[in-house]
């Protein structure tokens, strides 16, 4: 069965550095989010990408991050000059069409920034 | 903006037994998609069951089934025989239907716990 997934699974950073998350997925979808999740919180909507072009982004989402589609294949999260409060479970997701309302999960990649 | 509450933070049920986790929900839209998520320590979140608002009958999956009322803008998701596999979080998300590019909303999460 096809899935969408991610690497690394685990990231540790130093506060300041460049971190990019990687994401593989289903290859006939045609949306990608990205979500996060804070230790013992709501996972919250980060971004979603559609036509090689963001279509929505909530307020998490600043000049920090950044997302793109390199290859046709992979689904990249990029976050510029990390904090501590980005330290998250991150979950990229993919779509078919407007129809299905499903979305498929990755397995999220941890975020540690010390 | 649409809003989705949990008001359950953690459940407990035994084996064998049935469970229902609570799911309200805010939205002045009339077509729009909810579902059950859920998450086991292995962190990836599996669809368990999924809810179109324009249909009435309220979805089924094996032991899995929704309480579905529109009009109240409720969500239940009732777990007949539980099992020791069935814990994990469970996400309520909401998804409006006008648009692909629009993600899931999501509750805090109900944390279910089987007892042997």
Redesign the interface.
């Known amino acids: 069965e096809p899935e969408v997934t991610q690497t690394p699974s685990h990231q540790v950073t130093q506060m300041g550095q460049e971190v990019i998350l990687r994401c593989v997925p289903i290859s006939n979808h ?2 990608f ?1 990205w ?1 996060r999740q804070i230790l013992g ?5 980060l971004v ?1 990408f ?1 036509n090689n072009e963001i ?2 982004k909530s307020e998490i989402f600043d000049d920090q991050f950044s997302v793109e589609r390199p290859d046709g294949s992979n689904f990249t999260l990029k976050i510029r000059s990390t904090k501590l409060e980005d330290s998250a ?1 991150y ?1 990229c ?1 993919s ?4 129809n ?9 990649s941890r975020l540690t920034v010390l | 903006a649409q809003t989705v509450t949990q008001s359950q933070p953690e459940m407990s049920v035994q084996e064998a037994e049935t469970v229902t986790l609570s799911c309200t929900y805010d939205t002045s839209e009339s077509d729009y998609y909810l579902f059950w998520y859920k998450q086991p320590p292995s962190r990836q979140m599996i669809l368990v069951i999924r809810q179109e608002a324009y249909k009435q009958q309220n979805a089924t999956e094996n032991r899995f089934s929704v309480n579905f009322q529109k009009a109240a803008k409720s969500f239940s998701l009732k777990i007949s025989d539980s099992q020791l596999g069935d814990a994990a979080m469970y996400f309520c998300a909401y998804r409006s239907a006008r648009g692909g590019a629009d993600g899931l909303t999501f509750g805090k999460g109900t944390h279910l716990i089987i007892q042997p």
């Open positions: 045609l949306y989010y979500y919180q709501k996972v919250e909507f979603s559609y279509s929505e479970m979950f997701a779509s078919t069409s407007v299905s309302g499903e979305l498929f999960f990755g397995e999220g």
